[in-house]
């Protein structure tokens, strides 16, 4: 078997997920990126062995058991030992509580939570045996306190963050770091540029976090030594109100 070292980021994208997987791959990682339609990441595979790095692209719904057993498996078996796992699916809706389905609510809470839950589970399965490995869950804003208008994502924000708080208390003694950033602002992703233009605006003056800023900052809790482990810390750029 490729004992190449691995990382799995589940929810890559074009932001952060993907500049989180770029990073590592510069490190000598194979890059193994997943979200619910492989097609889509090809993009992002081209880029980063454009530049000399080694990247996977995997077809999975974080939300079904199955399909997460069997990634995790192929990835340790053809691929190499999972090192580091990031969570990074983002499930933000807004809606006033009279709006809100029961559809959408079960919908957010399952890719949120459901889905953080299996990826680190599976996580820990796999890195206890070695004694080793980062497990960092990407939490947001709504982790920290609910807004109106936007009770399903921070009902489901929550939650992960307890099931970090749980695994971190739980896994730390056994040598894996668990770790939950929270991202406090807007990112810049196609989304931000296109929806909310007054926004994206603030890049100009460094008001909107850079999505490899924040991977480099992934990288940086990954080689935290153990004796100065991180568990949870914000990211937002510096003209952010908190």
Request: net charge negative; with cysteine; proline share 3%.
């Amino acid at each position: 078997m490729n004992q190449r070292k691995a990382i799995l980021v589940m929810g890559a994208g074009d932001a952060t997920g993907g500049a989180i997987a770029k990073r590592f791959a510069r490190e000598g990682y194979v890059a193994c990126v997943a979200r619910r339609h492989a097609d889509k990441l090809q993009p992002l595979v081209d880029a980063i062995e454009a530049e000399g790095g080694t990247a996977r692209a995997f077809g999975c719904d974080a939300r079904i058991e199955a399909e997460v057993l069997e990634l995790f498996a192929t990835i340790e078996q053809e691929v190499g030992p999972l090192e580091a796992v990031v969570f990074n699916i983002g499930a933000n809706v807004q809606f006033a509580i009279t709006d809100t389905t029961e559809r959408v609510y079960r919908k957010v809470w399952e890719m949120a939570a459901l889905a953080g839950f299996l990826t680190g589970r599976e996580a820990a399965r796999v890195m206890q045996a070695r004694a080793r490995g980062t497990i960092i869950f990407t939490g947001a804003t709504a982790s920290l306190r609910g807004r109106a208008n936007f009770s399903a994502f921070a009902s489901a924000k929550f939650a992960l963050r307890a099931l970090a708080q749980s695994m971190a208390r739980e896994l730390g003694p056994q040598g894996i770091h668990v770790a939950h950033p929270i991202i406090d602002g807007a990112i810049d992703t196609a989304f931000i540029r296109e929806t909310f233009p007054e926004l994206y605006q603030r890049k100009e003056q460094d008001g909107i976090l850079n999505p490899e800023h924040i991977a480099e900052t992934y990288w940086q809790i990954h080689g935290q030594p153990r004796d100065c482990w991180v568990h949870e810390l914000d990211l937002r750029p510096w003209t952010e109100t908190f």
